[in-house]
């Protein structure tokens, strides 16, 4: 009768009764809270409902509101979160002191307040590594697209605009022998230069962290400028991190110093690019074609001055959205909570 009258209170007043009577805490264990602000993937899902967890997860096909978030963070253990999650002092202090580890379903982590979460002791984990093949391939995708002007071509389908066959219409760039320039040359970076050496790319620059000379042969890859990269590349492909170093690295100046014939696509983020200063350059037809998977802000407004350019194709942030890549990174925060909510090393761990 006792056992039962306990079970049938609150996480706080179960664990005041557990001392009061004098019980084993191993025959009252109580289930570690883990939120989950978003549905993961089917195999990743099924497997975090199988844990034991008391679990508090947002079922709609949106983001958890800033106010529910707030709530159910209380008393959590562990966090499972998405890019579009701001986890900022406010969130991380309304956890308490049972927060152990926040881990995000992304690559990127700047919506995470790190000098925070070291304060109060939370590992922070990501999932690194897994989106290099998705996010090249759409990446090469963009770069296509933004040359053979896909956008105009499937407008002109779609709107009846497609006659008798003629010889100076919808005519777009093609790849061999010309110059292909990375910003960028990390995992993402260089599964580009490789897919797109495919397609005859003759010579590759890139701009980065540091050289890479195991590049040279395989690539025909030099380590250069970035000005020398804007001026002499004929594809210019942004994979970069964000960091104040490339905050807005391309900027109206950077688009004045690339050739007017030159392709432009980012698949890193949206704050690499002056977005303001894309659209001017795009306006004064300064390039030839844009591509871009990442924006600012996501999602893009719909009256945004990009979407009236037929030469700039743009995709709403799926550079990672594959079965495959999103199903293993679900898998990765699973295991990043087992581990934080039990003390251990994160097996996908942030250093910060």
């Given at each position: 009768?006792?056992r039962?009258s306990?079970?049938?209170?609150t996480r706080?007043?179960l664990?005041?009764?557990?001392?009061r009577h004098?019980?084993?805490?191993?025959a009252f264990?109580m289930?570690?809270?883990?939120v989950?602000?978003?549905v993961?993937?089917?195999n990743?899902?099924?497997?975090?409902e199988?844990?034991?967890?008391?679990l508090?997860?947002?079922k709609?096909?949106?983001?958890m509101p800033r106010?529910?978030?707030?709530?159910e963070?209380?008393g959590?253990?562990?966090l499972?979160?998405?890019?579009?999650?701001?986890?900022d002092?406010d969130?991380l202090?309304a956890a308490?002191?049972s927060?152990k580890?926040v881990?995000t379903?992304?690559?990127g982590y700047d919506?995470?307040?790190?000098?925070t979460?070291k304060k109060n002791?939370v590992?922070v984990?990501y999932t690194?590594?897994?989106?290099?093949d998705?996010t090249?391939d759409?990446?090469v995708?963009l770069?296509?697209?933004?040359?053979?002007?896909?956008k105009?071509?499937?407008r002109?389908?779609?709107?009846g605009?497609w006659?008798?066959w003629?010889?100076?219409?919808?005519?777009?760039?093609?790849?061999?022998?010309?110059t292909?320039?990375?910003?960028?040359?990390?995992?993402i970076g260089?599964a580009?230069?490789?897919r797109l050496?495919?397609?005859?790319?003759?010579?590759?620059?890139y701009?980065?962290?540091?050289?890479?000379p195991?590049?040279h042969?395989?690539?025909?890859?030099?380590f250069a400028s970035f000005?020398k990269?804007?001026?002499?590349s004929?594809y210019i492909v942004?994979c970069?991190?964000m960091?104040?170093?490339?905050?807005?690295i391309f900027?109206?100046d950077a688009?004045?110093?690339?050739?007017?014939?030159a392709i432009?696509?980012?698949?890193a983020r949206?704050?690499?690019v002056?977005?303001?200063?894309?659209i001017?350059?795009l306006?004064?037809?300064?390039?030839?074609?844009?591509?871009?998977?990442?924006?600012?802000p996501?999602p893009?407004?719909t009256?945004?001055?990009?979407?009236?350019?037929?030469?700039?194709v743009?995709l709403?942030h799926i550079?990672?959205?594959t079965i495959?890549?999103?199903?293993?990174?679900g898998e990765?925060?699973?295991?990043?909570v087992l581990a934080?909510?039990?003390g251990?090393q994160?097996p996908?761990?942030?250093?910060?």
């Open positions: 009768m006792l039962s306990v079970l049938s209170l706080p007043r664990a005041t009764a557990i001392a004098g019980f084993h805490s191993t264990a289930a570690p809270k883990v989950a602000t978003r993961l993937p089917a990743a899902q099924a497997r975090l199988k844990e034991n967890f008391d508090k997860q947002w709609e096909d949106s983001s106010e529910t978030l707030l709530k963070i209380q959590a253990e562990g499972i979160c998405l890019l579009s999650d701001k986890i002092k969130v202090e308490g002191p927060l580890v881990t379903l992304s690559v919506h995470i307040d790190l000098a979460a002791n590992q984990g690194p590594d897994v989106l290099t998705a090249a759409l990446t995708l770069t296509l697209a933004a040359a053979r002007k896909m105009q071509g499937i002109a389908v779609e709107q605009e006659r008798e003629r010889p100076n219409w919808l005519c777009g760039y093609q790849f061999a022998g010309k292909l320039g990375m910003v960028g040359m990390g995992r260089e580009v230069a490789r050496r495919a397609f005859g790319i003759s010579r590759t620059l701009w980065g962290r540091r050289e890479k195991e590049l042969e395989p690539l025909q890859a030099e000005d990269l804007l001026t002499e004929d942004a970069c991190a960091t104040p170093e490339t905050k807005e900027n109206y688009f004045k110093k690339m050739k007017r014939s432009f696509v980012n698949s949206g704050g690499v002056k977005q303001d200063d894309l001017r350059a306006d004064e037809d300064l390039l030839a074609g844009v591509g871009l998977d990442v924006t600012t996501e893009l407004p009256n945004s001055a990009l979407l009236k350019h037929d030469n700039c743009i709403p550079g990672s959205a495959e890549a999103r199903e293993v990174m990765m925060c699973i295991d990043n934080g909510i039990q251990k994160l996908f761990a942030l250093k910060h």
